[in-house]
């Protein structure tokens, strides 16, 4: 599959990022030229308050700007820099109105989300931890917009997977440029990829914000048409087989930029909803980039999710329940791997891809095939080889007090790692923490 982008248009496409420099709304960088840092074990509390928002008849919300649901380390910045990616907004469970507002059947339907923040962008923060030396604190030093290519901006609502609903229990239209961003990469010529859930999709950014290009599953484009900014339908039609907010979760950058990887959050719902609850096999992907762009998809594998009681922290038997919310590259094709369920987090190492099978343009990527791929009880007998993969840590044994809903990590230098937790904007009082954690030699063990 081929998404080879012209010379010309390449060309349009760093003038545009060049140009959003010019204009850029975000705050300054502290430095343009990395140096090193002294980096610590240490927790940091994150407060950025967004809005206190009232619902008649129910409560009061403080809410606090969700940062972390992705993370990612530039190697050229300073070791005690990172970036962070919010998620679409605050949002609850229409069938949680009860428990959270104390409003009873506050939607029309019980599978919609009520966003109570409509108008909310998803953000890119810069992190400086231990701003002025002093351990425990950060600043926040850059915050980039998402913006359409009139850099309008983009908001967070739903395309055509759920209904929407506002404070007041009014239905939100669809929104064919809305986003659920997850996961971040920044490359040396200061554009960005982000990992989006709804589509599923990867957005290449310009430094600015204003997206460039989205790349989505193939079919899902005419969906998207009213969008204004590009909308490329090249990602496997058969990931538009989704479950309902179980989309791309994750990404990693080689380091010489030459591979971009993602891998869903949980297995596809193919062919039906049973599939996917009892399903253990997530397919990853290796992207080939040219000068930035997505060039080809060159691979397709299978990696198989630890069983669900594994996980004794969260006390559950359903394996819906086990997925993937983050990925970094030590290098080409070795990749650490983030496994969780609630309050249980892994890390896994996967060291040979090539040694796994390519499923890349087989069978198993048509929906017709039956059985399919997340119905096979044994994949050694349909000839497929997953990934293997290595543990190298586990939040129950290692670091038991780790926050749950670990969602970012960051290698910040040879040393240390960051932890970062999606606190769900603070809906139901959690609160966002970065942890600094001396792991990174256990990764390469």
């Keep these: ?253 080689s380091p010489d930029e030459d591979f971009l990887y993602f891998i869903m959050e949980s297995p596809l719902a193919n062919p039906d909803e049973a599939a996917y609850k009892k399903s253990r096999y997530v397919r990853l992907f290796k992207v080939s980039l040219r000068y930035s762009d997505l060039d080809s998809l060159v691979a397709e594998y299978v990696y198989v999710l630890d069983e669900p009681d594994t996980f004794t922290a969260d006390n559950t038997n359903q394996q819906s329940d086990v997925k993937i919310s983050e990925m970094v590259a030590l290098d080409t094709d070795k990749l650490i791997i983030l496994e969780r369920v609630t309050r249980h987090t892994k890390l896994y190492r996967l060291s040979k891809l090539d040694d796994a099978t390519n499923i890349l343009g087989t069978e198993w990527d048509n929906e017709a095939i039956t059985p399919s791929l997340e119905r096979l009880s044994d994949l050694t007998a349909q000839g497929i080889i997953s990934l293997e993969k290595k543990r190298v840590f586990d939040s129950r044994r290692d670091l038991s007090d780790l926050d749950s809903k670990i969602e970012g990590i960051a290698l910040l230098d040879n040393e240390y790692l960051a932890f970062i937790n999606d606190n769900d904007f603070g809906i139901k009082g959690a609160q966002t923490r970065i942890r600094i954690e001396k792991r990174v030699e256990l990764l390469n063990q």
């Design 1 to 253: 599959m081929n998404l080879h982008i012209s010379h010309a248009l390449f060309t349009g496409l760093m003038a545009a990022t060049l140009a959003g420099c010019d204009n850029d709304d975000s705050h300054l960088d502290k430095t343009d030229i990395a140096s090193p840092s002294l980096l610590s074990k240490e927790v940091i509390e994150v407060n950025e308050f967004l809005e206190t928002v009232s619902f008649t008849g129910g409560e009061t919300l403080t809410l606090d700007v969700g940062v972390g649901s992705g993370a990612f380390h530039f190697q050229d910045d300073n070791s005690d820099e990172f970036y962070t990616i919010t998620d679409r907004g605050p949002n609850i469970a229409c069938n949680e109105s009860t428990q959270v507002l104390g409003i009873d059947d506050f939607c029309r339907d019980d599978n919609g989300r009520i966003f109570p923040v409509p108008n909310f962008t998803p953000t890119i923060y810069k992190f400086d931890i231990d701003a002025g030396d002093v351990l425990g604190t950060y600043d926040v030093i850059q915050t980039i917009k998402l913006k359409d290519r009139d850099d309008n901006p983009i908001s967070g609502l739903p395309n055509t997977t759920e209904n929407a609903y506002n404070k007041n229990g009014n239905r939100l239209d669809f929104d064919p440029e809305g986003v659920d961003t997850e996961a971040i990469v920044k490359l040396s010529n200061g554009t960005f990829w982000l990992a989006e859930e709804y589509s599923p999709s990867l957005i290449h950014i310009a430094a600015n914000g204003r997206i460039l290009e989205r790349i989505v599953p193939a079919g899902v484009e005419s969906d998207l048409a009213a969008a204004n900014y590009r909308i490329i339908g090249a990602l496997p039609a058969i990931l538009k087989k989704l479950h309902q907010n179980r989309g791309i979760e994750s990404l990693a950058l």
